[in-house]
């Protein structure tokens, strides 16, 4: 970034090395004797009054700024500062008066852009006031110079603080919302547990009473409803079960073994045939190598069902076309991939897709890529999504089964 004084531009690369390796190369060229330093230091005595009284006039300073007391008292202490650092070019005063500068713009919410131009308006003033000084050309080349440095040194250490005090501001926010979100997350999962717990057995009683009213009574009739009852039936038993997978309780009939991997994606897509065959989607796999893998064999059914029906319903919605590809690959870990063809995941969404309820569908629930998460990685695996307006692809790895 570059600040300019009219036909003179001063380049300030935000570097503190390249700004004092700049300042040394430039001491010979400025070195001021000891008659221009006391010249110098005159001139700012001189003009203090009028370089303050200039600098506020053109300042940008809100009316409801709370520290309007202290900007004035701030350029008085800058003004002293630059003659401090004509008789010695020390930084330590200079990085205390900036550090309290740069805490007070941001308490007052005053952006950076603003800040900066400030900081320069103080210094174009002051060029200009040492501009018309009697001094020979030479010695106020001399000046320009000195007072160059300073604000160089001057803006360095108040745009650092400035920045690591906005940055500590950001995190701590961050860290809060992400604390917040933790907290919501984790009530949710008990009031889901329970919920869950207090629907599931009611259900079975009824699933139950209605089979046996079924078999007594069920005739061509009855049968269309007693079919679509039983489906509700198998529909509300699966979305209890994925908030019982979204609180993180592990159900008391999860028996973990080792069981093929290979052998329940062929039964998932089995399964899933009617499906496929009814939206016209081809499947694409090659032979799938046998693999072996450690956990519930029902929970990572569930996985495998909820990633190949969000595909179907997102090929449902498209023209030509509509593919879907699994690999299986065994090396270090065991690797499954499954793709579609179908519509791009929004960029806005795709950092947060397995959180809860955050879903592409305008009727979807949202729990079901965060019910998969939430498995995978309870069988010690990790999910990854990637997508692009050709392919979306969901990436599985688990540790070996054997």
């Known amino acids: 970034m570059c600040f300019g004084y009219w036909a003179r531009k001063v380049c300030y690369n935000g570097s503190k090395s390249a700004i004092e390796g700049d300042n040394e190369k430039m001491k010979l060229k400025h070195e001021l004797n000891d008659d221009e330093r006391e010249t110098l230091i005159e001139l700012f005595h001189s003009y203090h009054d009028t370089i303050l009284s200039e600098w506020l006039k053109v300042a940008c300073i809100s009316e409801d700024d709370p520290f309007r007391h202290e900007i004035m008292i701030n350029g008085g202490h800058t003004i002293r500062l630059i003659v401090a650092y004509i008789e010695d070019p020390e930084t330590q005063l200079v990085q205390q008066l900036t550090k309290k500068i740069a805490h007070e713009r941001v308490k007052a919410k005053v952006g950076i852009g603003e800040f900066i131009s400030n900081i320069n308006l103080g210094r ?3 060029y200009r006031v040492l501009e018309m000084t009697e001094a020979p050309k030479e010695a106020q080349l001399k000046y320009l110079l000195v007072v160059n440095d300073f604000f160089d040194l001057y803006m360095y250490h108040a745009l650092t603080e400035y920045t690591r005090v906005k940055d ?3 995190k701590n926010k961050s860290r809060f919302i992400q604390e917040m ?5 984790s009530i949710l999962g008990q009031v889901a547990a329970s919920f869950a717990h207090e629907f599931r057995n009611p259900l079975t009683s009824i699933k139950g009473f209605i089979q046996m009213i079924e078999s007594q009574t069920k005739t061509e ?5 007693f079919d679509i009852i039983n489906h509700e039936m198998e529909s509300l038993q699966e979305k209890i079960t994925q908030f019982l997978y979204l609180s993180k309780m592990k159900g008391l009939d999860d028996q973990s073994e080792t069981f093929s991997l290979d052998r329940i994606i062929k039964e998932m897509l089995d399964f899933l045939y009617p499906r496929f065959l009814d939206e016209n989607i081809n499947v694409h796999h090659d032979p799938f190598p046998q693999v072996k893998v450690y956990g519930v064999e029902g929970q990572i059914k569930q996985v495998l069902l909820n990633i190949l029906n969000n595909a179907v319903e997102e090929l449902s919605e498209v023209e030509g076309d509509r593919n879907v ?3 299986l690959v065994e090396e270090e870990s065991t690797q499954l ?3 579609n063809n179908g519509s791009m995941i929004p960029e806005h969404l795709l950092e947060d897709i397995f959180e809860p309820f955050i879903s592409t ?3 979807g629930t949202g729990l079901g890529l965060s019910v998969c998460k939430q498995i995978v990685e309870k069988h010690k695996g990790t999910i990854n999504v ?3 307006e050709t392919e979306t692809s969901f990436y599985l790895t688990f540790p070996k089964g054997d």
């Open 124 to 126: 174009s003033i002051i």
């Open 168 to 170: 500590s501001i950001i």
């Open 181 to 185: 979100h933790s907290d919501r997350l």
């Open 221 to 225: 009739e009855t049968s269309a409803y």
């Open 325 to 327: 590809y699994v690999s």
């Open 337 to 339: 991939t499954i793709s």
């Open 361 to 363: 569908k305008q009727l």
């Open 386 to 388: 990637r997508s692009s």
